[in-house]
């Protein structure tokens, strides 16, 4: 039997759910089963998505909210665990990037990133990870990047943050592993999201592109298998291995010369 059949029944939430690998995940979620708390900002894009759920016999609520927020998981877990729902499944996908030279990037954004990626994946964890200890199961996935290998210049505080979101999915998978609790860093390449218009990287994605749905596939595939990494293309796996070879100096003056932007102003205000 698939051990994603160990999903069926149990309430997963999802942060990031309103667009590309969040709304994957999700639907790959529903059609093992799972129960769904689908997190974001745009409720629209969650009541679209959690109406074509339910067409399929998905039991789905949602959860309008700003990860940028500070007091944002704190309220995510109010409504769920802590109103007697419990959470054996946590998503901590939301994420975003800024491309573009980091001297001339707003300040907000540099921090958005830090906040939405990093900040708000250690609180949710924090909120949602000790229930499942108590219960003596759970899972736990992390979507970190093959960023989180190799220093990336213009992308250079997104990378750190998926680096920390790699690292930080490694060491609390062997301290919760004796619990029953499994953790998993998903680490895309390039996929079809709307991940590269919000960054301000549109060309990049010319250069190929993962579909969403198969990343989800093998991304939950791997949750509940309790892989603890997982890089679901060759060219990100050759990566994560060739890398450990090369001298820092080296990756980032080359990555640095791939992905120079053209002089162009900030995207954000
Ligand atoms: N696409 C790629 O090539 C790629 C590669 C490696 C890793 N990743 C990672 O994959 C994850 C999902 O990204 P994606 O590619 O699917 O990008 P996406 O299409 O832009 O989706 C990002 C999701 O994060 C949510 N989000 C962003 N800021 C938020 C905030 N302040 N509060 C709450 N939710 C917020 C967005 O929802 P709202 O805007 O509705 O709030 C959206 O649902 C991210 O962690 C990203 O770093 C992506």
Same mark, same amino acid.
């Given at each position: 039997m698939a051990r994603e059949n160990d999903f069926r029944g149990r309430w997963a939430l999802v942060t990031g759910? &309103?667009?590309g690998i969040g709304v994957a995940l999700a639907r790959e979620l529903a059609r093992h089963g799972a129960k769904l708390i689908l997190t974001a900002r745009r409720r629209d894009r969650l009541e679209a998505l959690a109406q074509e759920l339910r067409l399929q016999g998905t039991e789905v609520r949602i959860l309008e909210a /700003? %990860?940028? /927020?500070?007091?944002a998981p704190q309220a995510i877990y109010d409504a769920t665990e802590g109103a007697g %729902?419990?959470? *054996?499944i946590l998503v901590n996908n939301a994420g975003l990037g800024q491309f573009g030279e980091f001297v001339r990037s707003p300040l907000a954004q540099e921090l958005r990133q830090v906040r939405v990626n990093c900040e708000a994946v250690v609180h949710l964890s924090r909120l949602f990870v000790p229930a499942m200890v108590t219960r003596r199961r759970g899972w736990v996935l992390i979507v970190a990047s093959t960023a989180s290998f190799l220093p990336v210049p213009f992308l250079s505080t997104y990378a750190a943050t998926k680096g920390f979101d790699r690292f930080f999915a490694l060491g609390l998978a062997e301290e919760v592993a004796p619990y029953g609790v499994k953790v998993s860093a998903l680490c895309p390449g390039?996929? *079809? &999201? *709307?991940f590269f218009d919000i960054a301000g990287?549109?060309?990049?994605?010319?250069r190929g592109v993962q579909s969403a749905e198969v990343v989800a596939q093998r991304a939950i595939h791997a949750l509940a298998r309790g892989n603890?990494? %997982?890089?679901?293309y060759f060219a990100g796996r050759a990566t994560a291995f060739l890398v450990r070879f090369l001298p820092a100096s080296l990756i980032t003056w080359g990555v640095a010369r791939a992905a120079r932007p053209a002089a162009t102003p900030p995207t954000h205000p």
């Open positions: 759910a &309103s667009a /700003d %990860l940028n /927020d500070p007091a %729902l419990a959470v *054996e390039p996929t *079809e &999201s *709307e990287a549109a060309q990049f994605k010319a603890r990494t %997982l890089i679901p």
